[in-house]
């Protein structure tokens, strides 16, 4: 049982900040990557940043220097800075996590979604 928890998500103007977190818990051995996705409805759901258990991130080339991505010590929560946002981030960000589960078995979990607002 491997579930994700994501928050941080609200309403804010054009030029703001918001900084979001995901939280893995259950019965993890352990985490391969942690990214972030967004998704318009009608739309595929894209990659904006991951980060690998070695500590190497990807960035989508429609965040660059905007946003960062980042994990805690142990590995299980991972966050994403946004900054200097505009109204066309405006969607559903979800967390993605890949790793092995105590039984040895591979997972791969998505998290409820939160939603990130950006008012012109």
């Known amino acids: 049982q491997v579930q994700l928890v994501e928050s941080g998500g609200g309403l804010v103007q054009a030029g703001g900040s918001l900084r979001l977190s995901c939280a893995a818990s259950g019965s993890i051995l352990s985490i391969y990557d942690m990214g972030w996705y967004r998704q318009v409805p009608g739309k595929q759901r894209d990659l904006v940043a991951v980060?690998?258990?070695?500590?190497?991130?990807n960035v989508a080339d429609s965040v660059e220097g905007r946003f960062a991505i980042s994990r805690d010590n142990a590995g299980n929560t991972v966050y994403l800075q946004m900054n200097s946002l505009k109204p066309e981030d405006t969607t559903v960000y979800y967390c993605?996590?890949?790793?092995?589960?105590?039984?040895?078995?591979?997972?791969?979990?998505w998290g409820q979604g939160t939603l990130v607002t950006v008012s012109s």
């Open positions: 993605n996590a890949r790793g092995r589960r105590r039984d040895n078995r591979n997972f791969e979990v």
């Open positions: 980060v690998t258990s070695g500590g190497s991130t």
